[in-house]
């Protein structure tokens, strides 16, 4: 829907229309009021509804101290009328020096006394509509950016995972028996992506500490059949794999805290060369 803007006054009333996305405003005509504050109001609801527009914006002509004047009072008159009828949405807007910007615009325009006259008052107009766009746009998009801000808060809250749970991997240890892992650090090593573990203590909730190897195991991540996502695990058996494994995290973790890194576990995936591709 548009919207209109009205610069009120004794004799004439200038008008300004909106395009329909609400971002320009144009002067459209200057109106000569009859006398009959009854038919200048059916006027304009008339050209809301031809043009659907859904707002009129009445500038209010306001002292330089903020304070009303008779005229202002006048246009609020106006103002309430236009609004009794229960058609379309009224908004005020300050438009003090709204006449004298419009008069010096079209005085640097070249515009001669004569043309002036007959059209300052829908230029005043438009400056009153195009301030009131900006306005309203800029509000629509800070409203806009706060909605999609709690969309993605609800979004994160209902599918991220809590930062203080740790993320826990259950697997069948070799008698059957199924044993919970938490996840250490993530890795890439040759072109593919590993995951270091340690048990699970449920009784102090929190991982296991370690400080070798065999404190820990490694699983491969694989591929899941949508292709989108990693959400299977494969245990790592290969002994020597898991040594190569772990040297790899060693090395890493000594590269971060090296860099004084705040926290060595938390890098970036790094793809590990294969040692007989670099020896050839």
């Known amino acids: 829907m548009r919207k209109i803007a009205l610069d009120?006054?004794?004799?004439?009333?200038?008008?300004?229309?909106?395009?329909?996305?609400?971002?320009?405003?144009?002067?459209?005509?200057?109106y000569k009021r009859t006398g009959d504050l009854e038919r200048d109001c059916d006027y304009m609801i008339?050209?809301?509804?031809?043009?659907?527009?859904?707002?009129?914006?009445?500038?209010?002509?306001?002292?330089?101290?903020?304070?009303?004047?008779?005229?202002?009072e006048k246009t609020r008159q106006f103002a309430e009328k236009l609004e009794s009828y229960g058609k379309v949405k009224i908004d005020y807007f300050d438009e003090r020096l709204t006449t004298a910007q419009a008069e010096r615009a079209l005085i640097e325009s070249g515009e001669r006394r004569e043309k002036r006259n007959?059209?300052?008052?829908?230029?005043?107009?438009?400056?009153?509509l195009q301030s009131y766009l900006d306005k309203y746009n800029n509000h629509r998009k800070e409203e806009k950016e706060e909605l999609e801000k709690l969309l993605?808060?609800?979004?994160?809250?209902?599918?991220?995972?809590?930062?203080?749970?740790?993320?826990?991997?259950?697997?069948?240890?070799?008698?059957g028996k199924e044993v919970d892992y938490t996840e250490v650090a993530k890795f890439e090593y040759l072109n593919d992506t590993y995951i270091m573990l340690t048990p699970f203590d449920l009784n102090c909730e929190k991982p296991a500490e370690f400080s070798e190897l065999s404190d820990v195991c490694f699983c491969k991540e694989i591929m899941s059949l949508e292709g989108e996502e990693y959400n299977?695990?494969?245990?790592v058996d290969d002994s020597e794999l898991a040594i190569e494994l772990y040297q790899t995290y060693i090395t890493l973790s000594a590269e971060r805290e090296a860099s004084q890194d705040d926290d060595p576990l938390d890098y970036e995936f790094v793809e590990i060369a294969d040692p007989e591709e670099e020896n050839n």
């Open 8 to 30: 009120v006054g004794d004799s004439k009333i200038g008008i300004a229309l909106s395009d329909t996305t609400c971002m320009i405003a144009c002067g459209y005509e200057t």
């Open 46 to 72: 008339e050209f809301c509804k031809k043009r659907d527009a859904d707002t009129i914006v009445v500038g209010l002509p306001y002292k330089m101290d903020g304070s009303e004047s008779k005229q202002t």
């Open 118 to 128: 007959q059209i300052v008052d829908k230029v005043a107009a438009t400056i009153i």
């Open 152 to 175: 993605s808060d609800m979004l994160n809250d209902t599918n991220g995972e809590d930062d203080d749970e740790p993320y826990i991997l259950t697997f069948e240890n070799e008698d």
């Open 232 to 235: 299977e695990y494969e245990m």
